[in-house]
């Protein structure tokens, strides 16, 4: 069994930032991606950014050089530290753990609302 518990988010005015945090535990996988996903209203549910264990990261064009993701291994945690807001980037935002070996599966957390104004 797999658990994600995100913390983080909520609403924030434009050009601000905010920090979201995820947890894993369980039987995580040795080789893994953990990163973050969301999903605006209306919209399909889309990649904001993840980042392996080796430090490999892969971003949305819409997020470079706002947001950063980084993840501390020991603790099975993945951070998104979000600046420079836009109300774009409102939505639900989803924690994911792709595991690939030994195993091949896919774990979200519950999601986490932001919101950002005008």
């Known amino acids: 069994q797999v658990q994600l518990v995100e913390s983080g988010g909520g609403l924030v005015q434009a050009g601000g930032s905010l920090r979201l945090s995820c947890a894993a535990s369980?039987?995580?996988?040795?080789?893994?991606?953990m990163g973050w996903y969301r999903q605006a209203p209306g919209n399909e549910r889309e990649l904001v950014a993840i980042?392996?264990?080796?430090?490999?990261?892969n971003y949305a064009d819409s997020v470079k050089r706002r947001f950063t993701i980084s993840r501390d291994n020991a603790k099975n945690t993945v951070y998104l530290l979000m600046s420079s807001l836009k109300p774009e980037d409102t939505g639900v935002y989803y924690c994911?753990?792709?595991?690939?070996?030994?195993?091949?599966?896919?774990?979200w957390g519950q999601g986490t609302q932001i919101t950002v104004s005008l």
């Open positions: 369980g039987s995580t996988g040795s080789i893994n991606n």
């Open positions: 980042r392996n264990k080796g430090g490999t990261t």
């Open positions: 994911n753990l792709h595991q690939i070996w030994p195993n091949r599966r896919d774990d």
